[in-house]
Structure formats: structure tokens, C-alpha cells
Antibody, heavy 124, light 109 residues
Framework: EVQLVESGGGLVQPGGSLRLSCAASGFTFSSYWMSWVRQAPGKGLEWVANIKQDGSEKYYVDSVKGRFTISRDNAKNSLYLQMNSLRAEDTAVYYC?????????????????WGQGTTVTVSS | EIVLTQSPATLSLSPGERATLSCRASQSVSSYLAWYQQKPGQAPRLLIYDASNRATGIPARFSGSGSGTDFTLTISSLEPEDFAVYYCQQRSNWPPVFTFGPGTKVDIK
């Protein structure tokens, strides 16, 4: 079964740090771009970051640039999101998602497998 | 930066009725558009990719159309399990970054 399982969420004070993890199984993790997507309480979806199969390319939404870092360990089939200098507006459910790939290994249009999400709350 | 606009914000329909959801991009996204369904407390589920291709396991009552700046998700006959929030999402040509629309809620009339 293709599966993504996030962990690492919790309550953190403003200015603090948190590291999210996503464990992948049931597919060849190293063949896919991966993403983090978040959803603030009662709000819509917001894409956060992408990472290429070998980790050589990473892209971020402007609001997290310089604060968040996406990374992966293909040997452990795991995706990570290091979040520093956290703000109240970072409070959200964070989803790990697999990005479709084209036959050339380029990132596809959509995210076809999603985890169940992990909740991050930034509050004093 | 490409902005996606979805209309209407809420669509109130009865089971068996046809649902037509719109997504408009601020500039052309070619066919780089996807649609997702999300139910309360659940992760999003991919319905349509590349504007008109149904994802694996998605029923034939869901269809997508459009290209450039105007896209449509059609649910031909609403089933009780289809009442949910629907998001469109585009992928920029380069770099490969994603943007979601604000969503359309389909609720029971």
C-alpha cells in the first residue's frame, strides 16, 4: 500500500523551531518529487515547499523562505521540514504529498498521494 | 505570481443534480491544472490532473475541462459522498511551484 505518514507536530512558542518528518512506503521514494502543503484552521490549502528526487532542487512559498528548509533521506524513505523562527501564522495542519512525475522525471502537475497531516500550533 | 480564482464560493445543490465549478487563472497555465476534493478532517484527494485526466479510482461522474486561463470541474450527478470542498491547483512552468485556489464548497440544498 502506498502510504505517507507525518509526525513531529506539536505546540511551540513564537520564535521556536520544529522538525516535521514524513515516512514513505509502498513506492520508490527516490523516484518522486515531494512536497509539503499546509492548511490553517478553517482556511484553504497552501503549498509550502518542493524537493527534487535527489534533493538538488528545492523551492518554497515566499512566506517561509529563509525560515523553513525541506530535505529528504532517500535511504530512509523520509521527507523532512525544518521550521525555524515560527510565527502564529504558521499554525496549520501540515501535509506531506507525493508529486506526480513525467516520464522524464520532471515534476508533474499534481500531488497524487497525501499523508493524514500533522498539526503545528504556534502560540505562547 | 499566478493567482487562481474559484467560483462560486459555495454551491448548494441536491443529490442527483449536476455541479459545475469554475477556476480561473490570472495568466495562462496551459493545462497545468489539477482538482482536489477535501472532506472535513481528511486530507485532500486528487480528482483531476493535467486539466482533464481523471486520477486513479476516480468515478466517471467527475470530469475536467479547459486550458489557458479558464477551467471547469463538472460532477454529472451528485452522490451523497460528493458534498465537500473542491480546490483547483496549478503548477508553474518553471520553477515548479504550486498555487491553490481558495476552494468551492458544495453543500446539500
Amino acid at each position: 500500500e502506498v502510504q505517507l505518514v507525518e509526525s513531529g507536530g506539536g505546540l511551540v512558542q513564537p520564535g521556536g523551531s520544529l522538525r516535521l518528518s514524513c515516512a514513505a512506503s509502498g513506492f520508490t521514494f527516490s523516484s518522486y518529487w515531494m512536497s509539503w502543503v499546509r492548511q490553517a484552521p478553517g482556511k484553504g490549502l497552501e503549498w509550502v515547499a518542493n524537493i527534487k528526487q535527489d534533493g538538488s532542487e528545492k523551492y518554497y512559498v515566499d512566506s517561509v523562505k529563509g525560515r523553513f528548509t525541506i530535505s529528504r533521506d532517500n535511504a530512509k524513505n523520509s521527507l523532512y521540514l525544518q521550521m525555524n523562527s515560527l510565527r502564529a501564522e504558521d499554525t496549520a495542519v501540515y501535509y506531506c504529498a507525493r508529486v506526480q512525475v513525467t516520464i522524464f522525471g520532471v515534476a508533474g502537475v499534481a500531488m497524487d498521494v497525501w499523508g493524514q497531516g500533522t498539526t503545528v500550533t504556534v502560540s505562547s | 505570481e499566478i493567482v487562481l480564482t474559484q467560483s462560486p464560493a459555495t454551491l448548494s445543490l441536491s443529490p442527483g443534480e449536476r455541479a459545475t465549478l469554475s477556476c480561473r487563472a490570472s495568466q495562462s497555465v496551459s493545462s497545468y491544472l489539477a482538482w482536489y476534493q477535501q472532506k472535513p478532517g481528511q486530507a485532500p484527494r486528487l480528482l483531476i490532473y493535467d486539466a482533464s485526466n481523471r486520477a486513479t479510482g476516480i468515478p466517471a461522474r467527475f470530469s475536467g475541462s479547459g486550458s489557458g486561463t479558464d477551467f471547469t470541474l463538472t460532477i454529472s450527478s451528485l452522490e451523497p459522498e460528493d458534498f465537500a470542498v473542491y480546490y483547483c491547483q496549478q503548477r508553474s512552468n518553471w520553477p515548479p511551484v504550486f498555487t491553490f485556489g481558495p476552494g468551492t464548497k458544495v453543500d446539500i440544498k
